[in-house]
């Protein structure tokens, strides 16, 4: 069954605290992203990864830091300099076409809700 | 900065009706993609319209664009309970063919009453 997981579901963050976000993809994607989602707003871009060892920084990196090690994973720790960090936290991956000026559909996780104890 | 914009922000039909909503966009794009998400859940893919395409159906959904006003409208027909949920327009981030970001709007938030 191919998808994106996201765990944990529901995470708290004590102040002073980092936290790490889980996101695995079984879709032989190349392309990850991190979008945060603030209630009743739209998504923004955290961090993307084209290919594995290489990411680049979205509209709002800072305060968060990932890695790129394996295909498959795409791990966000949100550091104890982002300050407002309660959101929903959404992975997605996509097909990465290198010879054309299209963006391919995004395939999403079903979210972490991160909150601040 | 923003995108897409959608409108209305909200929007409560009885089921059966059609609902309408619209996005607006900035600057140029290369396509544009009309996502769902159901309350506390990811999104959905749900339709991907080119810029060189004016319409686009996809069972119950009908996707227009018009690049000269900057715009696209999704239709749903004879809606139904379960289509209730937040529906986001999606286009490509200025300078970014071919990196995958994509720029969301703030979505319209659509109940279907039984």
């Known amino acids: 069954d191919g998808g994106i997981t996201q765990s944990p579901k529901y995470l708290f963050r004590k102040e002073g605290q980092n936290v790490t976000l889980s996101c695995e993809q079984n879709l032989n994607h190349d392309a990850m992203y991190w979008y945060r989602q603030d209630p009743g707003q739209g998504l923004r871009l955290i961090y993307y990864s084209q290919i594995v060892n290489d990411f680049q920084k979205g509209d709002i990196a800072e305060g968060y830091s990932v890695s790129r090690e394996k295909k498959e994973s795409f791990p966000l720790t949100v550091t104890s300099a982002q300050k407002n960090p309660t959101a929903f936290y959404l992975c997605?991956?996509?097909?990465?076409?290198?010879?054309?000026?299209?963006?391919?559909?995004?395939?999403f996780g079903s979210g972490t809700q991160l909150s601040v104890l | 900065s923003q995108q897409g914009e959608e409108d209305p922000q909200a929007l409560s039909i009885q089921e059966g009706e059609n609902a309408t909503m619209n996005c607006s966009y900035k600057t140029s794009i290369n396509n544009l993609q009309w996502y769902r998400q159901n309350s506390g859940r990811g999104l959905v893919h749900l339709i991907l319209?080119?810029?060189?395409?004016r319409e686009k159906h996809s069972g119950r959904l009908r996707v227009t664009l018009d690049t000269s006003k900057k715009s696209s409208s999704l239709l749903i027909t004879a809606s139904r309970a379960a289509d209730t949920a937040s529906y986001f327009c999606?286009?490509?981030?200025?300078?970014?063919?071919?990196?995958?970001?994509?720029?969301f709007g703030q979505g319209t938030t659509l109940q279907v009453k039984p």
């Open positions: 319209i080119r810029s060189n395409e």
């Open positions: 999606a286009t490509d981030a200025p300078g970014s063919s071919n990196t995958g970001k994509l720029i």
């Open positions: 997605a991956s996509s097909i990465r076409r290198r010879y054309t000026a299209t963006n391919e559909k995004l395939f």
